[in-house]
């Protein structure tokens, strides 16, 4: 389907008008979601690089103090140290391997085993809230990216399929609530989403037959140069992102197509480009730093292994695996049903209407992407998140669909399409503000999910400003909480006052309370004791009568220890 003359503006609008309306409701909704696990990481590793620019910008000067205070107790887990003076006076001295080592911490051995370009990404907010509070400026540049692939599905699925497909596709990647909620924060994962979805949106436009979904029949080499660029970023984002290219190889592959392969080539050069550029780390050895950053993120199973329940068992990924099926119980549990029948139906559709480029390409990147997660000994923590890019797909899969059902069935096809996007509005609105913890009717939602053994939450998203206030209310002064595990997310909190109580062990004083998210998969033994006795009065966040996050009296944690120590014969 091709633009009608004069039409090209009005559809741009539109665009446009589905990023700013989709922007809007990320930044209206960002301050209910709770500071997740990763993002004190990430916040602690923009620091450096932050201050790398500024002091690329202007040079320290000789009555600058350096280093300056925050570096002799930050966030980053890295055993090198903070540069000489002599190393940061100059732009050639910060550019110098030395520095740079220390100043961008990613790509190397873990913890910093990702690639920079989220980073980057969350530097957006200096520029354009730079008085914004420090968490919601870093989350405002993965939003803004989270939103304008918003506008791009359905700018594209519009010119193909139609205005009524178009809603679908958009709603069912803005409406699903485990995507919706990964988008807003300052990590990883939703911006390689992001990305993965655009760069299919590209390829589409560069190796179509027929003019493009923005403007008819101008040249596709500015879609080849799009396509590069967003791989490059992709692969710089996460080591998931090095596999976007492969299910494009095998459709270039399988339909013959030239401009496939010439897309291939060009973009494959443009990527690799990129991926450099926007890696200092790489600049000096690019041969070593690919053999460092492989070797990291192969090797998971013996320096981040994490246990996660699945069906009510415990498995340690990636040493152990999830059964191979894990990513479509997923899929089925984890997407509002109306999506998750439009993207069957697309998905369907796709096989027998080769012909639509778009369709076959998603479909075909959905259908990797649930093999890519469930191969052995891949990473299976924390629900969908490690091959969230999959749930991209299917919003424009989900698309395809409608365009289908609405071929068919006119009205009852636009009935059906509104029923969908109607329930991805109210799961959202619902599961709020813990939509990492929504799960299908089709499973009996979170209370279901919980009984067949599925980890109710994982990303310490749950403790909510609610929760925290009433730790505030009910700890002592010169007592402490202490909690189950301890992400840098909390000496982020504790500095910037959002925790107003004082955190074991960073600050003095015996804990009164122990707090545990209901993540079954990573307990210990002292938790488990512990929530075989919980009662309700230990529940500090609940949903659907699910609890999420418990805050144990520490003088029963106490006693409980006492008494196992005592079974051990302990002196």
Excluded at 313 to 335: G, R
Excluded at 360 to 365: I, K, Y
Aim: with cysteine; net charge positive; glycine share 10%.
């Amino acid at each position: 389907m091709t633009d009608r003359p004069g039409s090209a503006w009005k559809k741009a609008a539109a665009a446009l008008g589905v990023v700013a309306a989709t922007l809007a409701l990320m930044i209206a909704t960002e301050p209910r979601l709770s500071m997740g696990w990763d993002e004190g990481y990430g916040l602690a590793r923009e620091a450096r690089v932050r201050l790398w620019f500024e002091l690329i910008v202007r040079p320290l000067k000789p009555e600058q103090p350096w280093p300056p205070p925050w570096t002799r107790a930050e966030l980053v887990e890295d055993k090198r140290p903070v540069p000489g003076r002599d190393r940061v006076e100059t732009r050639s001295a910060l550019l110098s391997p030395g520095a740079i080592a220390w100043f961008w911490p990613f790509a190397r051995e873990e913890p910093h085993g990702h690639p920079p370009f989220y980073a980057l990404v969350g530097l957006m907010g200096d520029l354009l809230a730079p008085r914004w509070a420090d968490l919601p400026r870093a989350r405002l540049g993965p939003m803004i990216v989270f939103s304008l692939a918003a506008g791009a599905i359905f700018a594209a699925t519009r010119s193909r399929w139609g205005i009524w497909p178009a809603a679908l596709a958009t709603g069912a990647w803005a409406l699903q609530p485990q995507l919706f909620a990964l988008g807003h924060y300052a990590a990883y994962d939703g911006i390689l989403t992001s990305l993965w979805v655009g760069a299919i949106l590209v390829f589409a436009s560069a190796v179509e037959p027929s003019g493009n979904w923005l403007s008819g029949a101008e040249p596709r080499w500015r879609w080849v140069l799009a396509f590069g660029v967003l791989c490059g970023w992709a692969a710089d984002t996460k080591f998931t992102g090095w596999f976007l290219p492969l299910p494009f190889v095998a459709w270039a592959l399988i339909s013959r197509s030239r401009r496939g392969f010439w897309t291939l080539a060009v973009g494959g050069l443009i990527a690799a480009l990129t991926l450099f550029l926007f890696n200092p780390v790489w600049w000096s050895d690019p041969v070593g730093g690919l053999i460092l950053f492989f070797r990291s993120n192969l090797s998971r199973g013996k320096t981040i292994p994490i246990p996660v329940l699945f069906l009510g068992q415990v498995i340690y990924t990636p040493n152990q695996s999830l059964p191979w099926f894990n990513t479509l119980l997923w899929t089925a549990i984890a997407t509002p049903v109306g999506f998750l029948l439009f993207a069957i139906v697309g998905a369907v559709r796709s096989l027998f209407r080769g012909r639509d480029t778009l369709a076959t390409l998603t479909a075909s990147q959905w259908a990797f992407l649930l093999l890519l997660r469930a191969m052995p000994h891949t990473p299976g923590h924390d629900g969908i998140r490690q091959f969230l890019p999959a749930f991209g797909c299917l919003a424009i899969v989900a698309g395809a669909g409608a365009a289908l059902a609405l071929s068919r069935w006119k009205t009852w096809g636009r009935v059906l399409v509104t029923l969908a996007l109607c329930e991805g509005a109210v799961s959202l609105a619902l599961i709020m503000p813990v939509p990492l913890s929504y799960f299908s009717p089709i499973v009996g939602g979170l209370p279901g999910a919980a009984k067949i053994g599925m980890e109710p939450t994982y990303f310490w998203d749950a403790l909510t400003g609610e929760a925290l206030e009433r730790l505030r209310e009910t700890t002592p002064p010169g007592r402490t909480v202490r909690f189950a595990t301890f992400p840098t997310s909390w000496v982020h909190l504790r500095r910037t006052g959002v925790m107003e109580f004082g955190v074991y062990p960073i600050d003095p004083g015996p804990p009164a309370w122990y707090v545990v998210q209901n993540r079954p998969g990573q307990f210990g033994p002292l938790d488990r004791a512990l929530v075989r006795r919980a009662q309700a009065r230990h529940v500090l966040v609940e949903k659907f009568g699910v609890p999420l996050v418990w805050a144990f009296p520490y003088d029963e944690v106490s006693t409980l220890t006492g008494e196992a120590d005592a079974r051990r014969g302990a002196p």
